[in-house]
């Protein structure tokens, strides 16, 4: 069925923003849902924190909410990471740098994605790949923060 009002390459923005958000969810978000339990380190915390904005990201309806909403969750996303950073300091610094570094790289790539559809393909790849680094950043982060977290 063809969405009334969208453009074709609007239509294939928003799909190809759907699968990264859900890229992001799936990368980002533990499975052991108590790791991050201990309330005397706050960066774990944190951690806990930025998984909820993660998921939360993966649930925004692009095409019903707009990309405002996206907006707004990647917002969330970054806010949780320098919330991250700061109480985490020195101990894993460099994985929320990373972290924090890939998602305002893919932040940049959903900007410059061109709206005519001629031209989405390059940018599309961009996209995806700057999602990918988010995933490998948020797995390495998960690594490091929850071996302190147990």
Known sequence: MVARGISRGTRTRLAVLLAVMLLLAAGACSDDDDTAADPGYDACADWARLQDSVAALGDVDVVAEGTNALD???????????????????????????????????????????????????GLSAVGDAAEEVSTAADDLGEAIESGCD
């Open 72 to 122: 707004v969750a990647l917002d969330d996303v970054a806010d949780a990471v320098d919330q991250l950073r700061d109480s985490a300091g020195e101990t894993i610094g460099d994985e929320v740098d990373a972290l924090g570094s890939a998602v305002d790289d893919l932040r940049t790539e959903i900007a410059d994605l061109p709206s005519n559809e001629g031209e989405a393909g390059a």
